[in-house]
């Protein structure tokens, strides 16, 4: 299992091991276009196209998986009671 950090709270959040299998992936796609794009002054964010293009995943989960991580890194608790705005 994947084990996300978060300074915030004195434990971690578990993540199942395919979900951070996933984020790692398009992680480093991201990471190796950004390197690409550097001598063409092309310096914008990789598209969710071309990372599923890079990492053989469908877009969808490109997607649904960067939805994901973003709402799990800001998860102050699992017991945490949000308030509604």
């Known amino acids: ?7 915030s709270v004195d434990q971690l959040v578990t993540l199942p091991a395919r979900e951070k299998s996933k984020w790692n992936k398009i992680r ?12 063409n002054d092309q310096c914008k964010r ?3 196209e071309e990372i599923a ?6 877009i ?3 997607v ?7 709402s799990a890194c800001n ?9 509604s705005q």
Do not use: C, W
């Open 1 to 7: 299992k994947g084990v996300l950090s978060n300074s």
């Open 28 to 39: 480093q796609a991201e990471a190796d276009i950004m390197k690409e794009r550097v001598g």
């Open 46 to 48: 990789p598209t969710e």
């Open 53 to 58: 293009e890079r990492t053989s995943l469908k």
């Open 60 to 62: 969808q989960d490109v």
């Open 64 to 70: 649904q998986t960067r939805q994901k991580m973003v």
């Open 75 to 83: 998860v102050l608790s699992l017991d945490y009671q949000y308030q």
